[in-house]
């Protein structure tokens, strides 16, 4: 293990401005959390979650040991809102939500040349001195990252960057999908 952390439901809560619904995803995804966590000399981890309206959500882990590096994905149907019988006026209401379910998890090694390519690629897009932005509307999706290493952990989130605004974010997650196999190939799902 590379790294340990709290997997208490409190510990996936302990992120400045970000959506519950996310953290109840990296829960029910099995993810653990990074904040908090403690990283063995050398390691690295960098966390992408994408969280979409209208598709499955993903969460792709970069794993950066002084010797090796993996990419582990999670691919998971969202939690789904369970509405009770309609009333006399024929509304109903919510009364609950089932769980998300899971349909893709797998870890790969990556070769060294792979490795060092991503990670030129993230120090080089200066995702850590993006600034969060949370404004957005009902539909759309969240692009998180978060990274802890020996010096700590960092966290940066938009809602839904694009080619333009919030490049870096945009560019690296697109990385981070083509390394984990997890890019759409329609571009219309890509939001």
């Known amino acids: 293990m590379v790294y340990s952390s709290d997997t208490s439901r409190a510990a996936y809560s302990q992120l400045p401005d970000s959506f519950d619904f996310v953290n109840t995803a990296v829960r029910q995804m099995g993810q653990p959390p990074l904040s908090g966590a403690k990283v063995r000399p050398g390691v690295t981890v960098i966390r992408f979650v994408w969280a979409r309206s209208f598709h499955p959500y993903v969460a792709v882990r970069f794993v950066m040991e002084p010797k090796q590096c993996a990419v582990m994905t999670t691919e998971m149907k969202p939690e789904q809102t369970v509405w009770g019988p309609p009333d006399r006026r024929g509304l109903s209401v919510p009364t609950g939500t089932a769980p998300g379910q899971i349909i893709r998890q797998d870890s790969v090694p990556l070769l060294a040349g792979d490795c060092k390519a991503m990670r030129s690629t993230l120090e080089r ?67």
């Open 125 to 191: 897009l200066g995702l850590w001195q993006v600034k969060s932005r949370m404004s957005g509307g009902a539909d759309g999706s969240v692009w998180r990252f978060e990274r802890i290493d020996a010096n700590g952990h960092n966290f940066v989130q938009w809602w839904s960057p694009n080619a333009k605004e919030g490049h870096q974010l945009w560019s690296a997650g697109l990385a981070l999908l083509k390394l984990a196999n997890a890019l759409p190939t329609n571009p219309r799902e890509i939001y």
